[in-house]
Structure formats: C-alpha cells, structure tokens
C-alpha cells in the first residue's frame, strides 16, 4: 500500500474542495482521476500534485468510467480514497472498493493516519451515533460532500490524459431543472415545514412567517418527494441538506431522526406541532403544542407588531 | 426480462436505545423491508409485465432476516420468487461485503438482465451497496433513477439529479437504484398475502457461493454519543395561539435567536 498517497475520484464536478481538502488532511501526495469533462480536470491542476484525466466522456454518463477509475486506483493501491457522495461518486467509488474489496465509509468528519491504518471519525446508523473506526489491512475508502469549487495554489499539474473505454451507455436528453438551488446553508434562520402542512396551497402560511423572519423555507422530504410543493434542493435530512442555522423552525414536522439530523447544528430548535408526544419535542429548544393553522398566523402576526 | 430486487430487511434506527457512550441497542427496532425498496419491488413488477419476465427477490444478511414473517413481507409485494443468503458471519456485515455477497447471489441465479435496488436503506442509509455491487459484476451502476422502460436490446432510463432530469440509453445488464418517489408502490391486499405462501424461496448457502475474502477489516475503537441530538425545551400552550406566539417570540429574544 502506497502511504503517502491520497487520491481523489472525481465524478464531472469542479466543486471537488470538500474531497481536496480530506486528501490534504492525511496525504503527502494528492492524486486526483477524474472522470468528467476537460474543465473538471483542468480546474484541479492547481490544487493537487497530479491529474489523471481519463478524456472527453462526450455522450457517457460518468457512472460509465467505474471500471475504468477502479484499474487505475487499484493499481496505485494508495493508503486513502476519497469520492463525493452524489449519485456519480458514489458509482466512483462502489466500482473502486468492489476492486480492492474494502468498504465505503460515510458521514466521515475526520480522518487520521497512522502508518498504513486509516482512523476515520464518522456518524452511523443515520446519525445516532459516532464512531472512530480503524480501517486495517487495506485502502481507506470514504464518501464525502464535495464542498464548494476548488481553490488552488498557482501551480499547475500537468493534466496526464488516459486512454480508457467507458462502459456503452448513452445520455440521449438533459432537461435542466427549472429551479435554482437554494443556499440554506448560508441562511441565518430557517422555517421547516412537514407533512403537518395539508395542501399546496398552505405553503403561503409558512413562506410569510419566513419572510417576517427574514428566513429561508424549507421541507422535510415528503414535502419535496412524493408530493412536490417544495424544490428538493429545499429539503433537509439525512439524504438532503445539513444545515447549522441560528434558529430553525420545525412546522408540522414529527422529528425523525432522518430528519433531525439534518438540523443538529442549530443553535435554537422550535418546534410547533399538534401532537404533544410528537418526538421533535425531546430534540427541540423552544415548542408548542398547537395546531400549526392558528400558531403560524399568530407568530408571523406577533413578529410583524414587534411585540 | 429477468430482474432481481436487491432489498433490505432492517430495522429502524429512530427506535433505537443510545446509551451515552454511543453504544446503540436496536432490541427495541422492529426490522421491516426497508422503507424505500417497495418503490424498487413496484418498477421491477411493472417492466416484468410489460417485457413478459419474472421478479426474484434478493436479500442478504444475518440469521434473522429469514423468518416466516419476513418472506411474507417481501412475497406479498409482487414478487415471483425469493432467494435468501442467511448467515451469522454476515450480521453487521459492511457494505462492500454485502455487496460482494450480493453479486455472488445473482451470478447463482444467472441470466439475470437488470438489478433494481432502493435509494438508501433505513439503517445504513448510505445508497452505496447497489452501485458497489455493479463494481462487483462489471455492470454499469446507475442511482437516482426517477423512471425505465425497455426499449430494444436496453433499458431507457430516467434520472433526478441535480442539474435535471437526464435520460440515458442503458444496455443490459445494470444496476439501478431508484429514487424515493419514483413510484408509488402498491399496497399488499389480503390475495397478496395469502398468495406469498405458495410462492418459491430459495436459501443459498453462503459456504457454497463464489464469496471472494474481504480486503480490510473495520475495528471500532471507539462510540460517541453525537451532541446536539437531545434538546430541553420550554414547552407552551398553543391552545391560545396569540399568547403563545408572544410567549415564544419573547423568549427567542431572549435568547438572542431573532
Ligand atoms: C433512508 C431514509 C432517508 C430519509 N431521509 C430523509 C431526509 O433527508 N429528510 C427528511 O425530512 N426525511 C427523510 N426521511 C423520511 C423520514 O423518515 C420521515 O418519514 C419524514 O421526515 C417525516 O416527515 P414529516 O415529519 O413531515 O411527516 P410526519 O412524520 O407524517 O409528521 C407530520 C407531523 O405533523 C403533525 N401535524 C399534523 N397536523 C398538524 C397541525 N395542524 N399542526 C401542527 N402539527 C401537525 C403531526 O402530529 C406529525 O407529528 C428518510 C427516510 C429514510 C428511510
Ligand atoms: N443486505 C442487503 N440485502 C439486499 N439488498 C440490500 C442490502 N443492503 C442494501 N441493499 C439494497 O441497497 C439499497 C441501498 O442501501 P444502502 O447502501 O445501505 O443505503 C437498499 O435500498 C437495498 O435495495
């Protein structure tokens, strides 16, 4: 096993600082192979000490480059690999562990080296508990959000062209998504609103107590999946966005973990909901037990007096 | 078409005991087929009926996964067939391993056209295994997976990613992993229910598949309870919506939260 190195498979996505920045943390080295288009590689030259790029995918989705990244790393066989958990990473990464036949850590916060052995600080079981785990007698393989665009240091990498065949599989159609992402992320307040909600149409009673607020609005995942009132870049959980707002507001919204987990960053957690055993009650700061139809209105009112 | 569901018998980690340490007691956690593979049971059972093919169930584990109940559970869900790999060296197994074992299973069934998966199980929730076990067979992976359809010598494949809805021209065999919503799975009646017992299950022997070793081993060296999870809150009545809403408002002031 190569120690000083670590690599990161990078799945057609220049916001790649999140994988960049864990190399760093336990590599001498930072490879990067990239399965994606010419800008992805070329936007990395600057940040890590070398590129493979493995050529113009053209029509190929990047899951199609699995084989293809797992020969690659495999032959390296470094002490560390690090993808992102979207969809294309993911694949990345599955193709890459099925090849060294080592597991895919997530919810990673940490990772430590320790000779060949890899300690990695990571949530599991949705968030319930943390774990450090020593990965023991093979590459470290870990799933992380890829963070935002990278930022580099001037000097260039050469990017090293691979010629490899992707598996046949052909993108015919891309319709963009209507809406923009929203940055809940960045927003100080955050209003949540769940399944407590009854039609689309009530969506208004919680987007005016978020603009009393200032805030943004968001959803647990039944509200964006299954029925869409509300964009999914809006929902929040374990399978959407984390967010460390200084207050956030759970509408009508019961408090599962997947969900929960999601805000555990808040500073200040309210919740309204009409069910006093509901369990948002045990994870909140601040509740009331009430029909969200006749709180909602009142808080926007009571904030819009300055009472 | 012949098509396998990879799906889950797990339980759910919201009704878990966390004792302070970290230590986590899933006693408590009834397993159930995790909540989001029914979507992958209902797309497998539609392009069955379209292509004219057969849906076998598939799910790996430890030895409590294989009970009466549990088969019943998967079979009532238009399922043709069941096959089973129980084995006390795969409780807690990690992924890569269920995965590996999983790839084992469908090369056992052979001539299988399409895998079809859940978005992300409820206890690990990672949506990795199915793309590792398309590392696994060589096939080509694909999650977020909204719609598919056959089309000649392939699959048309709708996706939900970021950017868009994107379709895809997939030839067989794949892996896919649908997305939450992508169907509404049917609810099992009491003609579904009482069907499951007659249909095949088939146990595999995990000693007799094809299982390459695993190439790391995970220790845990420690547990933690996460902090931020438990909150004490100042509960107020919101029988008088108005007199709450003041009472919060002030009190988030107070906390310096507005
Ligand atoms: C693998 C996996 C991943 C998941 N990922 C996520 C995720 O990322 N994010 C997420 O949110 N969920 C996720 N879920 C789903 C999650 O488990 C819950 O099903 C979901 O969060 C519940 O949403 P909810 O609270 O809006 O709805 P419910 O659980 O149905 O709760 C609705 C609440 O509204 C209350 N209510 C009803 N009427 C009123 C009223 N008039 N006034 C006030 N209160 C009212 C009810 O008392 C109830 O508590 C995931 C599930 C799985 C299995
Ligand atoms: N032990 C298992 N047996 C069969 N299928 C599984 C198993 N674990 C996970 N899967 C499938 O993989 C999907 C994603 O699981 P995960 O990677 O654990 O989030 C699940 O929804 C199932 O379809």
New interface residues.
Partial sequence: MNSAQSWIVVADDTAASGLVDLARSVGDEVVAVVAGRREVASSLASAVDRVLWLGEPDQA?V??Y??AV?AVVAQATPRTVIGAT??GG??L????????????L?GVSALEADGDQV?VTR??????????????????VV?VDPGGAVAGDGDLAPLEELAVTP???????????AVA?ADLGGARTVVGVGRGLKAREDVALVSDLAAA?GGELACS?PLA??VDWLP??RYIG??GQHIAP??YLALGISG???H?VGV?????????N?D?NA?V???????????MY??V???T???GTG? | MKIVVAYKWAPN??D?V?ATT???DLSRAKPAVSEYDPVAFELARRLADATGGEVVGLTVGGPSIDTPLSRKAALSRGLDRLVVVADAELEDA????I??VLAAAVRAIGDVDLVLAG??S???????V???????L???????VSAVTAADGGL?VE?????????????TP?VLAA???AV?PRVAGMKDILGAAKKPVEVLDLAALDV????????????????????????????S??G???Q??G??RQ?G??
């Avoid at chain 2, 990690?94 to 391993?97: K, L, M, V, Y």
């Avoid at chain 2, 199915?130 to 696994?136: I, Q, S």
């Avoid at chain 2, 390459?212 to 029988?239: N, Y």
């Fill in positions: 989705p899951e199609a699995g084989p797992a979207s969809p993911r694949a990464l599955g193709a890459v562990a099925a090849a060294l036949r080592v597991p895919v997530a300690v949530s599991v079981l949705g968030g319930i508990a943390e774990h450090r785990t020593a990965v023991q007698g093979g590459t470290t799933a598996l046949a599989a052909t993108v015919t159609e891309v319709r963009p998504a992402g607020l995942r999946e299954g999914k870049e374990i399978s200084d207050l599962q973990l997947q929960m555990r960053g808040a500073k200040v957690i309210v919740a309204v009409s006093k369990p009650f045990s994870q909140c700061d601040f509740g009331v037990v009430g029909d006749e709180v209105p009142a808080l009112a009571a904030l009472s | 980690p919201q878990a966390v970290g230590e986590v990690d992924g890569t391993r995965a590996t978005d992300s409820i206890d690990v929730a990672q949506g990795q199915p793309l590792t076990l398309a590392g696994v060589g096939w080509l992976g694909l999650a977020a048309v996706r939900s990613l970021p950017g868009g809805t994107t379709v895809v021209a997939v030839p794949a997305t939450a919503d509404v390459p070793a695993p190439g790391a081993t995970l220790a845990t060296l420690a547990t933690a309870k996460p902090a931020g999870g438990e909150r004490t809150a100042t509960i107020f009545d919101g029988s919506p108005a709450a809403a003041a919060l408002v009190a988030l906390a939260a507005l």
